[in-house]
């Protein structure tokens, strides 16, 4: 009974969260064409006052030119923070593994622990992680390795 009432009440709202992105999806898209509208209708109010004040030929090119060094300002833009969209990209995705392997193993502790293995089975690969990271932070950097002499 409860089940169904909690069930019933979350379908409910889905559907009601749903209608209502989609009213503003529409909303929205509608803005957006009314505002590229306007924008259309000013750039070519600037190309009369432009065309007016110092002929079609030199307005035409004017504003080719124009279009053209912004398309290539946004191309380099984008181009430029690609690398850092990347990195921030495979920090989150560290970031959220490292808390799925603690979520797991919190998950398995109380098992763990109450197995025939109990405390030596947690115990065990701790220490050998423990001791891999203590060999791996004392050990020599490579002659071959470019980064070995930058620090970190």
Known sequence: ???????????????????????????YALAALAALCG?????????VWAAGRYGPMAACLGFGIGFLVIAAL???????????RTRRRAQRRNADMKAIGIAAALA??????????????????AIALAAYAIYRENMKPDADDPDAGEAK
Request: aromatic residues 4%; without cysteine; positive net charge.
């Open 108 to 125: 398995v502790l109380p098992t763990l622990l109450k197995g025939k293995g109990g405390l030596g089975t947690i115990l065990g690969p």
């Open 39 to 47: 924008l259309g209708f000013l750039v070519g109010a600037a190309y």
């Open 74 to 84: 946004l191309l380099l833009i984008h181009q430029l923070s690609a690398g850092a």
């Open 1 to 27: 009974m409860l089940a169904s009432l909690i069930s019933g009440l979350a379908s409910g709202e889905m559907i009601a969260a749903a209608r209502r992105a989609r009213s503003a999806a529409v909303v």
